[in-house]
Nanobody, 119 residues
Framework: QVQVVESGGGLVQPGGSLRLSCTAS????????MAWYRQAVGNERELVAL???????QYVDSVKGRFTISRDNAKNAVYLQMNSLKPGDTAVYYC?????????????WGQGTEVTVTV
């Protein structure tokens, strides 16, 4: 099994910054794509950013220029640096790790970390 744990959420004022972290642990797995999703109250979960094993990144339009995704393969970790935060960024942020394990590819999710942007 692969365990995924996020951290770094919190309360911040508009224009502020937060850095989310996510670490995958377990045995016998090889990580491919790592991604951040978010789900605001009443909304569907949406992809915020992803980073492939080779470093290719992708962002939802609403965060381009403000958020930066990065990864540390040695630590099985992915990060989301969030700058110029807006109230519309308020959501629970989830980390998803896509990994090969036992000749199968599976997606593993964390429990989520809450981000609240408010005055």
């Amino acid at each position: 099994q692969v365990q995924v744990v996020e951290s770094g959420g919190g309360l911040v004022q508009p224009g502020g910054s937060l850095r989310l972290s996510c670490t995958a642990s377990g045995s016998g797995f090889s990580i491919n794509v790592m991604a951040w999703y978010r789900q605001a109250v009443g909304n569907e979960r949406e992809l915020v950013a992803l980073i492939a094993n080779g470093g290719h990144t992708q962002y939802v339009d609403s965060v381009k220029g403000r958020f930066t995704i990065s990864r540390d393969n040695a630590k099985n970790a992915v990060y989301l640096q969030m700058n110029s935060l807006k109230p519309g960024d308020t959501a629970v942020y989830y980390c998803k790790v896509g990994a090969f394990r036992a000749n199968a590819y599976e997606n593993y999710w964390g429990q989520g970390t809450e981000v609240t942007v408010t005055v």
